[in-house]
């Protein structure tokens, strides 16, 4: 009978002890799940990038393209032409020989995304454009292409409502430079 008093006064002293405990623990789960959850609101943008050819410190030519983009998200402009290159010729068993082709994408790809950084956002760039040279280019009595291509990339802390440069290349064939420029404008 004492063991049976001894044991059960044990029992009932380690409950109450671990009582309290476990009330405090399912109260903190009852106010986490009860306070609602921060949910940061969308905020959209519009980029205004701006491809700029300069001639002695003048713009001589501006391609302009436009994308909306959220914060966490990238997204992509791309336009161009897939080109047909002769990459090889297999002779035929009669007749002409038969050329195969490899298909170059030539035209203007700008890639940007915007990342949160801290309390403040960060917007990288990627921007390439590319095109023939009809004019240069035959090779051993074949006619090849040319590719002239110019890749600007950067990334900068967010800025919005102002220009900003992100990046800018002089052409070694002659005294023109490139530069990708964009501009910011928060949409709500």
């Known amino acids: 009978m004492r063991k049976t008093i001894a044991v059960l006064i044990t029992v009932m002293s380690v409950g109450l002890w671990l009582a309290p405990k476990s009330a405090q623990a399912q109260e903190a789960s ?51 032409t897939r080109v047909p290159v002769a990459v090889s ?57 040319v590719v002239r291509q110019i890749k600007l990339s950067g990334d900068t802390l967010l800025v919005v409502g102002k220009p900003i440069v992100i990046g800018s290349a002089d052409d070694p064939s002659s005294k023109r430079q490139f530069q990708l420029e964009v501009t910011v404008t928060k949409l709500r």
């Open 89 to 145: 010729v297999t002779p035929a068993s009669h007749g002409d020989p038969v050329p195969a082709f490899q298909y170059l994408d030539v035209g203007t790809n700008i890639w940007a995304q915007l990342r949160e950084h801290g309390d403040d956002l960060m917007l990288v760039v990627k921007g390439d454009v590319s095109n023939l040279d009809v004019d240069a280019g035959e090779h051993a009595g074949i006619s090849a292409p």
């Open 30 to 80: 009852k106010e986490s799940n009860s306070a609602p959850a921060k949910v940061k609101p969308i905020e959209p943008y519009r980029l205004d990038f701006s491809f700029n050819e300069i001639l002695d410190g003048k713009i001589v030519n501006t391609r302009r393209y436009s994308m909306s983009l959220t914060a966490s998200n990238s997204d992509e402009i791309k336009i161009g």
